[in-house]
Nanobody
């Protein structure tokens, strides 16, 4: 079992920046995809950014170069640097882990609220 804990959400003005972090309860061993999804009320959860054990990164189309995902190695923590935030980025951001290693499964954090408003 792996527990994920997010931090770093909050209120920021349009054009501002936030850094989200997600800490796993243990080092992740094996193949994995780890990253962030977000959800607003009434809409489906959508991909924000992911990174793999091969350090391959993937971003949602709406990111447009504004966000950067990073990881430590061996991974237990990932971060999401978000710049030039827009009101449309307001959502609950969830950390996600898909792993095929000494443990196998899909795990979610509890979520952290990001609000972009003046």
């Amino acid at each position: 079992q792996v527990q994920l804990e997010e931090s770093g959400g909050g209120l920021v003005q349009p054009g501002g920046s936030l850094r989200l972090s997600c800490a796993a309860s243990r080092d992740i061993v094996g193949n994995y995809i780890m990253g962030w999804y977000r959800q607003t009320p009434g809409l489906q959860r959508e991909l924000v950014a992911t990174v793999t054990n091969y350090n391959v990164r993937n971003y949602g189309d709406f990111v447009r170069g504004r966000f950067t995902i990073s990881r430590d190695n061996p991974v237990s923590t990932i971060s999401l640097e978000m710049n030039n935030l827009e009101p449309e980025d307001t959502a609950v951001y969830y950390c996600n882990l898909k792993v095929w290693g000494d443990v196998i499964g899909t795990y979610w954090g509890q979520g952290t609220q990001v609000t972009v408003s003046s």
